[in-house]
């Protein structure tokens, strides 16, 4: 049997159903996935059979069954034997939250584990982070150090138990211990210290959320100016209005940070998430984070240990170098960390970001990789995916790969991949762009080499993860990406498949004044529009600014371009300090309210900059404008798809449509207009899913 099927109980289970059948023989893991050889009467191994498809534990699936008929051994006794270390194809389950049964051991002070911060059973605790090698037994786990007890080997051994051949099993006798007593670490944070917190799949950093002072600072530190914090609390109902999708997904196995509408009074520091109405949550997902939301009482800011956009620090060394200037104590303990994984961030609609407790478990593809793929993906957000057959594995969160440690995560991480799926791919896709350092990488390689124009990738994601190969038409809309004119593209109509795509209809280019600079300080892209449009020029520094647009000064046609530049405008940002800032500010602006959208036809994005500056002058609301501009962009996209006519399929995807008031209105444009849409749901729209995307377009492109 193939699948996920080792780490989830499945050996236990198997071993029942045996009794239960009185039959004899053996189940083992080996590196392909489960291996039953079972022998008794006809009937009771028909009966067998069945049971083990329908009855299979909640964390386990069944890809695939195949049997062979050999002649019987005579064996009356049902036994789970050693591993056989053949191939190396099983697949490793994702870290899974504390489960009810364990939690009520933790504060059950007549438990042997009563509060002990490593609990874990065959239904939860630590998988992929703490992996060295498959198959996953004990010995190829960073809990191979932690020889058992007699009593944990009892429960280990025991078939009837639920911790039977539990792999990460551990009591406060034999398992892992903290640095530090929780008591003390309780007292610092109480104190408004920073504490550095060893978790899962790394570190983070925590502080007291109602303290504005301890939140402050942890952004001084951490130098990130504004980009909100995660926070962790017990009872998300006192920060924000949760709906049923939302606590479910808070709720669920995978434990991601889900993002939430903040109360007003909501119990936490502004400068928590300053200028935004969202609230990223979650709950505690590992014992020890059980431990420290009962024992502090109040939220708690839990966000990745790293400066700004680095990758999480996840061994113990790296950590106390890199946080020591952040934290003012660790929280940590002896259970190695093999490999790094942040936090998943999702939205009730779809993620932005695939990480803990997602990964490693695979996403379809509508078309079979006929030789495995690895496709590199982008430079922000950045994430690899490695295709084998109809499988794509999506990479963690790998951060900016515009750093030198981000880069050295993306190599380190590439390879633990390909370990774990034992592949050796001669197929590369990767993006146009020749600045970006995951396209170095793959023209380094001895490889077939696929390039994948970004927008193209954006679409096949989408395509791809409704399990379809087009055409359909589709709206990309993200800040940058690189096009196949050497310009930088991001407010596109393609009419595509997952082979091919022909750009329709996009925003005019227009120069970005200094650069990068000009990302950096919407206002410049506000002033360069209005000139532009033969407008006069409110910001003071246009003069000397103006000079940029003789040495450097690329042409972007981006959605993202558009946004900061009515973002600026209205005065809601002249500069930002995180990617998406401008317009995520502009949408909570914009609100719920309603309004008409500007007579603007799809293309001049002088022209709509234009409207909205007469409407300014005319002394019109901000919130109006903001309303207006974003069903302006909706309406006049919905309409270029129509007179595009062909195919009446359209795919949404790039950055700009995690904006769920953009989202939410270019559909109903679209709907009303007959065509069918198509979200995202599994993949982030953002440049998290470009490396899926590419290898959706890899898969389709490859010939044996
Ligand atoms: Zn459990
Ligand atoms: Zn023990
Ligand atoms: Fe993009």
Redesign the pocket.
């Known amino acids: 049997m193939t699948g996920v099927v080792q780490g989830v109980g499945f050996r236990p289970f198997v071993y029942g159903l045996a009794e239960r059948y009185r039959l004899g023989g053996f189940v083992l893991n080996d590196g392909a996935g489960v291996v039953i050889e079972a022998e008794g009467e006809a009937r009771s191994l028909n009966d067998f059979g069945l049971a083990l498809a329908s009855e299979a534990p909640a964390l386990a699936r069944v890809d695939e069954v195949s049997a062979t008929p050999v002649s019987p051994r005579g064996e009356s006794d049902f036994t789970i034997a050693e591993s056989a270390a053949t191939g190396r194809t099983a697949l490793i389950p994702p870290d899974i939250a504390t489960c009810d049964e364990c939690l009520r051991e933790l504060f059950d002070p007549a438990d042997r584990r009563y509060r002990y911060p490593f609990v874990n059973c065959t239904q939860c605790g630590p998988r992929f982070t703490i992996v060295e090698r498959v198959p996953y037994d004990r010995p190829n786990t960073t809990m191979a150090g932690f020889p058992l007890c007699v009593d944990c080997r009892r429960e280990y051994e025991d078939p009837a138990d639920r911790r039977f051949h539990a792999e990460p099993i551990a009591c406060p006798v034999c398992g892992p211990q903290l640095s530090m007593s929780l008591d003390d670490a309780i007292d610092l944070l109480r104190g408004g210290a920073i504490l550095a917190v060893k978790g899962l799949g790394g570190y983070h950093l925590a502080c007291d959320a109602a303290n504005e002072e301890a939140v402050a600072q942890l952004r001084g530190r951490k130098h990130r100016e504004d980009k909100p914090f995660a926070l962790m609390t017990k009872r998300p109902e006192l920060l924000a209005d949760i709906g049923p999708e939302e606590d479910e997904l808070l709720r669920s196995r995978e434990r991601p940070i889900v993002l939430v509408k903040r109360r007003t009074d909501a119990p936490v520091a502004h400068s928590v998430a300053p200028g935004v109405p969202w609230l990223g949550v979650m709950l505690p997902y590992t014992p020890l984070h059980h431990l420290l939301a009962e024992d502090f009482g109040g939220v708690l800011v839990l966000t990745s240990g790293n400066r700004s956009d680095e990758p999480i620090a996840y061994e113990d060394g790296e950590a106390e170098e890199r946080l020591a200037h952040i934290a003012d104590a660790f929280l940590a303990h002896d259970r190695p960390v093999h490999r790094r994984c942040e936090d998943s961030v999702v939205r009730a609609a779809f993620p932005l970001r695939r990480s803990r407790g997602f990964v490693p478990t695979a996403l379809a593809l509508p078309v079979p990789a006929a030789r495995p793929i690895i496709a590199a993906g ?1 430079e922000l957000k950045a994430t690899f995916c490695i295709a084998r057959g109809n499988e794509a594995f999506l990479s963690a969160h790998l951060g900016d790969l515009d750093t030198e440690l981000a880069y050295r995560a993306f190599l380190t991480d590439l390879r633990l991949y390909v370990d774990m799926l034992g592949v050796d791919p001669r197929v590369i896709a990767h993006d146009l762009h020749p600045e970006y350092l995951a396209t170095k990488w793959a023209l380094e390689q001895e490889a077939e080499l696929i390039g994948v124009q ?1 927008h193209h990738a ?1 679409a096949a994601a989408c395509l791809a993860e409704h399990g379809e190969v087009g055409p359909a038409l589709a709206l990309v809309f ?4 690189y096009g196949t004119d050497g310009t930088l593209w991001g407010g596109e109509l393609l009419r595509c498949d997952l082979g091919s795509f022909e750009r329709i209809a996009h925003l005019d280019p227009v120069p970005l004044p200094g650069g990068e600079a000009a990302i950096r300080e919407p206002w410049r892209i506000a002033a360069m529009h209005l000139e532009l449009s033969g407008l006069p020029v409110p910001f003071e520094r246009w003069e000397v600014v103006r000079e940029s647009l003789k040495v450097n000064a690329p042409l972007s046609s981006g959605m993202g371009r558009l946004f900061d530049a009515v973002a600026a405008l209205l005065g809601v940002r002249n500069e930002v300090t995180y990617e998406g800032q401008a317009a995520i500010e502009l949408e909570s602006l914009a609100g719920e309210v309603e309004a008409r959208p500007y007579p603007w036809v799809f293309g001049r994005g002088a022209e709509l900059v234009a409207l909205v500056y007469a409407d300014l002058a005319d002394g019109r609301a901000g919130v109006e404008i903001a309303a207006a501009f974003h069903e302006t962009v909706a309406a006049a996209a919905a309409a270029a798809c129509a007179d595009a006519a062909e195919p009446r399929t359209v795919v949404l995807s ?2 700009s449509f995690q904006n769920l008031r953009l989202l939410a209105s270019t559909r109903r444009h679209l709907d009303e207009l007959g065509f069918r849409v198509l979200s995202h749901r599994r993949v982030p729209p ?2 998290g899913g ?1 490396s899926y995307g590419q290898a959706a377009v890899a898969a389709r492109t490859i010939h044996f």
Not at 478 to 481: E, K, V
């Open positions: 982008s970004h954006h993200d800040g940058t990406g790039g950055g953002n440049d470009i």
